[in-house]
C-alpha cells in the first residue's frame, strides 16, 4: 500500500539515523492493516491523502497505543501526500 516509503536501502539512510540518534526519536513498523484504517479515517475526516501519507499517522496511534507517547501530548504529523494525483 506504501510503496512510496518501501525502500530497503534509502539513499539518505545515514542522515535518517543520525536524526533519530540526536533527537532522542524512534523509528517504527507500521503493518498495511493499521495504515489501511488510517487511510479511511483521513478520508472520512476529509483529507484526501495518498496511501503513504496515512503511516504517520497510523505510527502516532500506535506509539500512544504503548504509550511512549501521552494522550495529552500534542504531537504535529504532516499530512504531505495528495491523493489527487493527476
Given at each position: 500500500?506504501?510503496?512510496g ?17 540526536a533527537?532522542?526519536?524512534d523509528?517504527i ?5 493499521p ?6 479515517r ?17 505510527a502516532?496511534?500506535?506509539l500512544?497505543?504503548?504509550g511512549e ?10 499530512l ?7
Amino acid at each position: 500500500m506504501a510503496d512510496g516509503i518501501q525502500i530497503r536501502d534509502p539513499v539518505q539512510r545515514d542522515a535518517i539515523l543520525d536524526a533519530i540518534d540526536a533527537t532522542g526519536g524512534d523509528a517504527i513498523a507500521i503493518a498495511e492493516g493499521p495504515a489501511q484504517d488510517e487511510l479511511g479515517r483521513l478520508h472520512r475526516a476529509g483529507f484526501y491523502t495518498e496511501p503513504t501519507c496515512a503511516v504517520a499517522p497510523a505510527a502516532l496511534a500506535e506509539l500512544r497505543d504503548r504509550g511512549e507517547i501521552g494522550a495529552d501530548e500534542d504531537v504535529v504529523v504532516p499530512l504531505t501526500g495528495s491523493g489527487l494525483k493527476g
